[in-house]
């Protein structure tokens, strides 16, 4: 390690970097270590990266544009925007959208983090965000200066007129979905309000025991999506979390604004990975495959969840199981960590996750069963 790299660690944050909380996975490495100790090895379920292969026929579509030797668009290929508004209509029944109102982003994460900075919120704006969320949504208000509230209902809100709020349904970590109901009332809510809402709906295509409705569907937004941003990503039904692909859709005049800035500051998906995605947003087959595979982990894993003594609440959707042993979570993250399964504290995602955690489906088939082993063989508390 060099010196320089070596004091990084110990260097004051200066600037908007101060106002942020430390990064939640590096709290970790202790009980990262006493799970690694097993004399089985790790099962890490505390974070949701994909590990299954990439389909072919996305491997070719990468293959397809390494060539291109010049600065690709920063709005996508017509391809790219085309393939993914018909994607978003095919496999989720979202209004028929056209290539202007579709923006590729390096990655969602990127997105989430730099959207309320992008569309001009600041000091002074307050921004919605879940009551228990992905930790992103927070920094990314937090970069802008501006104020998060967190909420799960727009009752609570009251008169307020926040700049944006923040919708994650299936939810990221509880695997909570959002009705169409309760999504018409977000969205009028919103209008009323001149609230943008930005949705995150990176785990649409994983529902399993409710159905999974975009802010774009029609039963939703009525075939109106001014002042609505949906938020896609190829990582997770696609695996390819490793490409950073990624993309927004919906409001025609927000999607403008965000591509003239993004354009300024060069934030442009590489011609490559735009080439996959047409691949990968044009194919069905391996997306149904996927969902197969993540399927029968999550059956294999909550079965065994539960013996060991665990409630799953919510967990209709995504990939991930939102369980408690009604105990603090850091308690439930040291007890699995004896088992070598290292899970994800609730608290990650806002003090209403503190008796919480998100055990992940993202390990492999033979980790998944070593878990469901483990787990079995295990006495519940009160058994």
């Known amino acids: 390690m060099t010196e320089n790299a070596a004091l990084a660690g110990t260097r004051p944050r200066r600037g ?63 391809d ?134 975009s802010i774009l569907d029609p039963r939703v937004c009525d075939d109106d999506v001014s002042g609505l941003v949906a938020v896609h990503s190829l990582s997770k039904i696609s695996n390819l979390a490793g490409y950073r692909a990624g993309f927004l859709a919906g409001d025609r005049e927000l999607i403008g604004e965000l591509l003239a800035v993004r354009k300024h500051a060069g934030l442009i998906v590489p011609f490559p990975v735009q080439s996959a995605m047409v691949a990968a947003l044009g194919d069905d087959e391996h997306v149904a495959d996927q969902r ?28 991930y199981l939102w369980a408690t042993r009604g105990e603090p979570c850091r308690d439930t993250v040291a007890w699995l960590a004896e088992l070598g399964i290292l899970a994800a504290p609730g608290e990650f995602y806002g003090p209403a996750g503190a008796q919480h955690v998100r055990i992940a489906l993202t390990a492999t088939d033979e980790r998944i069963a070593a878990a469901v082993a483990r787990l079995t063989q295990t006495v519940a508390p009160g058994a």
């Open 16 to 78: 908007v970097g101060a106002t942020l909380p430390d990064f939640p996975w590096d709290s970790l490495s202790e009980v990262k270590a006493r799970a690694a100790a097993h004399p089985d090895g790790i099962v890490d379920l505390s974070v949701g990266t994909p590990v299954d292969p990439i389909a072919d026929v996305v491997r070719r579509g990468l293959d397809g544009g390494a060539g291109f030797p010049g600065y690709p668009a920063t709005a996508g290929t017509a």
């Open 80 to 213: 790219l925007r085309d393939a993914a508004a018909a994607a978003l209509t095919r496999r989720y029944g979202s209004t028929p959208l056209d290539g202007a109102q579709i923006l590729p982003v390096i990655g969602t994460k990127e997105a989430i983090a730099s959207i309320v900075s992008l569309l001009g919120f600041g000091p002074g704006d307050e921004i919605v965000i879940p009551e228990v969320a992905y930790p992103t949504y927070e920094v990314g208000v937090l970069l802008a200066g501006a104020t998060p509230v967190r909420a799960d209902s727009t009752v609570a809100l009251g008169p307020s007129r926040p700049g944006a709020i923040f919708l994650n349904s299936p939810s990221n970590p509880t695997g909570k979905v959002l009705g169409v109901d309760h999504l018409r009332k977000v969205v009028a809510w919103a209008r009323e309000r001149g609230t943008i809402v930005i949705s995150d709906e990176c785990y649409l295509g994983l529902a399993w025991d409710a159905e999974a409705v």
């Open 292 to 319: 197969e595979r993540y399927c029968a982990r999550r059956t294999a894993l909550s079965t065994a969840v539960r013996h060991a003594g665990f409630r799953i609440d919510h967990s209709e959707a995504g990939l």
